[in-house]
Nanobody
């Protein structure tokens, strides 16, 4: 099992940027597909982005395409989510997740982080 800890959330005005980080420990992060999810108050958790084990392939929800970028540095056991052109509807708790394949990440990830709050004001 891999342990995940998110950081980098905060308050930002619409149009601004934030970079979230996810630090992994316990297992070699290169063994996992990594993903980011978010959950707004009263809403279901939704998929945001995912990245393949080597970092060669990335996937995004339609709502964030062109604005968010997921990346990873396996040597440092870090995964990032660069968020640009933020909108009030991006306000949520953001979680990173790890799974041995894409289906596991999307359904029952092996590990979840504790979450970091992102608030975008209008």
């Amino acid at each position: 099992q891999v342990q995940l800890v998110e950081s980098g959330g905060g308050l930002v005005q619409a149009g601004g940027s934030l970079r979230l980080s996810c630090a992994a420990s316990g297992r070699t992060v290169s063994n996992y597909v990594m993903g980011w999810f978010r959950q707004a108050p009263g809403k279901e958790r939704e998929f945001v982005a995912a990245i393949s084990k080597s970092g060669g392939s990335t996937y995004y929800a339609g709502s964030v395409k062109g604005r968010f970028t997921i990346s990873r540095d396996n040597a440092k056991n870090l995964v990032y989510l660069q968020m640009n052109s933020l909108k009030p509807e991006d306000t949520a708790v953001y979680y990173c997740a790890a799974g041995l394949n894409t289906n596991v990440v999307l359904t029952t990830p092996d590990s979840w982080g504790q979450g970091t709050q992102v608030t975008v004001s209008s």
